[in-house]
């Protein structure tokens, strides 16, 4: 492992923890096989000046067992641990006692990011030609690392790549699932670059009390979900990574790579690990960042292994992407860029996110008129008799935030505003943009058809279909169905069919 060359390279406190529990490894590793004495000095010598950076950065010592955002040691990953007036996010839970919800603009210092401004935004109009989408304007996405450098290499005509994911813990998606797929799907289109999407079962496997045949199953259902959104099918790639690991050497390379120059004490310190986990846990880390690096695709990019990779995802995420940008220039890749969206709240209120282990905090896709009548009557906040005065008057300050989160993430229009037309130099909307939405996020009818059946994805799959798949146009036979046929209920499922699960049915 090489020495951390300077502190400059740690843009966040949590990347600086991480960089000092690495190079305190290596000072380990050349005492314990007697390394020269100068090899040693240097080591130690820029060990404490990481700890120095650490210090100024965060106002206190660094302690290898409180993380940055802890208030107490080993809280991390412990929501009980955590005091009542802080916000609690990591990539399993999210929790807040303000009835505002997460207060995201301490999430920015607490985390590291930069703020997507109103600068961005608009430079980000320039480079695509596109009115940004609302998700933008509206601050749903609010957060993002090096979004500037994607920028740059894309108006330098370089390319990169889109990686998002789905960790299937449920037969469908809800609403709040969409938010980061929907916006990636307008990235796709006015960058016009390729995508891949993972399918973490592997993870939901070793987090929740589930079969290996459940969760693949749960796959195969959240990817009609998923190709509900309208991707473009010569640019897209859904895998598994129950199928992939094994039939990609260039993905699982990556894996083993990661593995190798991340310790289990920086794991522990990112993600809370304690000693009565398994092991799996301990490494999936390391299998969620590989596909942030191109050579782990090499049916699409051919082996190269320098095209940037650019993450849309919710900031809870954002841990597991601390780590690879961390390791990346260490094993000789580009950092990932990453841009972040809030949580959509769940039905009870605005101090916790959606999620599809709690069916009554969530609107799955799959919900009846019925269900979601029952669920909003009997499950949804948005007034309280505390929150009333004698007379029926509210109490001031009586807060609705979480209905207004949700309304403001899918409202559609803002009076009109999304119907001006395209200002000159726009590109004006393509077959590419669907024709359902009017920031050109809806499905594309002409997108369904003809699609060339196999991989979704540049290249070719390293087992192509032996039969197309009319339905879906595409799908990768390596990760979802069998490499000699595809899946029954795949290529049974209609276009319209996937229309309705995210309400988009002629």
């Known amino acids: 492992m090489a020495d951390v060359t300077n502190g400059e390279r740690c843009a966040s406190p949590q990347e600086l923890f991480s960089s000092i529990a690495a190079q305190g490894e290596r000072v380990k590793s050349l005492k314990a096989r ?12 820029m060990l404490l000046s990481l700890k120095t950076s650490y210090k100024e950065a ?21 929501p009980e641990a955590v005091d009542d007036k802080e916000d609690f996010v990591d990539p399993w839970t999210v929790r807040t006692s303000s009835a505002k919800g997460i207060d995201y603009d301490k999430l920015i210092v607490q985390f590291g990011s930069s703020k997507i401004d109103k600068e961005l935004v608009n430079r980000i109009e320039r480079a695509t030609g596109q009115r940004p989408h609302r998700f933008l304007r509206r601050g749903i996405f609010f957060s993002h690392r090096d979004m500037n450098q994607v920028l740059d290499a894309y108006e330098n005509k370089k390319p990169f790549y889109l990686y998002t994911g789905r960790g299937p813990s449920s037969e469908a998606m809800h609403v709040g699932h969409l938010i980061p797929f929907i916006f990636t799907k307008w990235l796709q289109d006015v960058f016009d670059v390729p995508l891949v999407v993972q399918m973490s079962d592997d993870e939901k496997y070793l987090w929740k009390d589930l079969t290996l045949e459940q969760v693949y199953g749960y796959t195969l259902e959240n990817a009609k979900d998923i190709i509900a959104c309208g991707f473009d099918v010569n640019k897209t790639f859904i895998f598994s990574d129950l199928d992939y690991m094994g039939m990609s050497p260039g993905f699982y390379k990556n894996v083993v790579k990661i593995q190798k120059h991340v310790t289990f004490n920086q794991v522990k310190g990112i993600f809370g690990f304690t000693d009565s986990d398994c092991i799996g846990k301990i490494s999936f880390p390391a299998i969620q960042a590989a596909p942030s690096f191109s050579n782990s695709f090499p049916q699409i990019f051919h082996g190269q292994a320098d095209i940037q990779c650019l993450i849309p995802c919710a900031i809870d995420q954002d841990p597991y992407f601390r780590m690879t940008r961390d390791v990346a220039p260490r094993i000789g890749y580009p950092k990932p860029a990453l841009l972040h969206s809030t949580f959509f709240p769940a039905l009870q209120g605005a101090q916790t996110k959606m999620s599809a282990s709690d069916p009554n905090s969530s609107i799955f896709l799959t919900d009846t008129a019925k269900q979601i009548k029952t669920k909003v009557n009997k499950h949804a906040f948005s ?13 001031a300050g009586a807060d ?8 403001h993430a899918h409202r559609r229009a803002e009076e009109g505003a999304d119907r001006r037309p395209a200002a000159a130099g726009r590109r004006a909307p393509g ?23 196999g991989c979704l994805g540049a290249g070719t799959c390293p087992e192509p279909l032996s039969s197309p798949l009319p339905a879906l146009g595409f799908m990768a036979t390596c990760t979802l169905g069998p490499t000699t046929a595809p899946n029954a209920s795949l290529k049974e499922w209609s276009r319209e069919e996937s229309y309705k699960r995210v309400g988009l049915c002629h």
């Open 34 to 45: 007697k390394a020269p004495k100068e090899e040693i000095d240097s080591a130690v010598k």
């Open 58 to 78: 965060m106002g206190e010592d660094y302690k290898a067992d409180c993380p940055p955002g802890n208030s107490t040691p080993d809280s991390h990953g412990d």
């Open 383 to 395: 007034l309280h008799v505390p929150d009333l005065l004698p007379g029926g008057r509210r109490q």
């Open 400 to 407: 609705q935030k979480g209905l207004q989160q949700r309304r």
């Open 431 to 453: 077959p590419a943009q669907g024709g359902h939405g009017r920031d050109g996020e809806g499905v594309s009818e002409g997108r369904w058809k003809g699609g060339s059946p």
